[in-house]
């Protein structure tokens, strides 16, 4: 059963650039979030989608933006990249309506922007 | 806004002794409460959970954590530390309506010394 997967590991950008992350996630979820987690600080929620639609979103400017396909794959967008943007970025799957509230993390890209 | 306070960003202890790790929420409803645990450059696993059931949870790898109500409290303990439990610790809470999101607190870095 494979876990929550994500690509690239590394990236390294130039101010002002775009970018892209992907996300799988586990094997029968279909809710994933994104979380930034700045270098000695907890993880950030950034946003969640559900059913291809943003179902809430954190305290991010309209620069980071995402998207949902059919098979709740997703990928994370971020646009004009700023120096602050350098992070780990995390995602998530879980199950929408279940019982558990469980969230499993993929292992991150690290994002460095210069 | 709820939110999540872990109080020691560093704790230290020896090779057997007892491991505590503080965190402390604000909600006037319980929410649900996690631990997880994140390795060097390596994304999150969750240690354990509160979702209203036993105050007392138990986790894996010997964790195990006390929901207290009256102290809004969810503090991590271990009774024998071992050196393979080094690493960052985090506190997070779902707030009651907030579909799956989850606010974590700043972490915790445990260090293990023989």
């Known amino acids: 059963d494979a876990g929550v997967t994500q690509s690239p590991t590394h990236l390294i950008k130039t101010r002002g650039q775009q970018v892209t992350l992907r996300c799988s996630p586990k094997?029968?979820?279909?809710?994933v979030s994104w979380y930034q987690q700045a270098l000695g600080q907890g993880p950030q929620f950034i946003f969640q989608?559900?059913?291809?639609?943003?179902?809430q979103r954190g305290n991010f400017p309209d620069r980071f933006s995402g998207h949902q396909f059919p098979n709740y794959s997703s990928e994370l967008n971020v646009n004009a990249l700023l120096l602050g943007d350098s992070a780990l970025y995390l995602c998530?799957?879980?199950?929408?309506?279940?019982?558990?509230?469980?969230?499993?993390f993929g292992p991150g890209t690290r994002l460095t922007v210069t | 806004a709820q939110s999540v306070t872990q109080l020691g960003s560093h704790v230290s202890v020896s090779e057997g002794a007892l491991v505590l790790l503080r965190c402390n929420y604000s909600?006037?409803?319980?929410?649900?409460l996690f631990w997880y645990v994140q390795y060097p450059n390596q994304g999150l696993q969750l240690l354990l959970k509160?979702?209203?059931?036993?105050?007392l949870v138990k986790g894996i790898n010997g964790f195990e954590a006390e929901f207290k109500k009256s102290e809004t409290s969810f503090h991590l303990t271990k009774p024998s530390a071992h050196m393979s439990d080094a690493a960052e610790y985090f506190c997070?809470?779902?707030?009651?309506?907030?579909?799956?999101?989850?606010?974590f607190g700043a972490g915790t870095r445990l260090a293990v010394h023989p």
């Open positions: 998530a799957s879980s199950l929408a309506g279940g019982t558990s509230y469980e969230q499993y």
């Open positions: 094997s029968g979820h279909d809710t």
């Open positions: 989608y559900y059913e291809e639609e943003e179902r």
């Open positions: 909600s006037s409803v319980p929410p649900y």
């Open positions: 509160y979702t209203s059931a036993a105050t």
């Open positions: 997070a809470v779902i707030p009651s309506g907030g579909y799956n999101k989850l606010i």
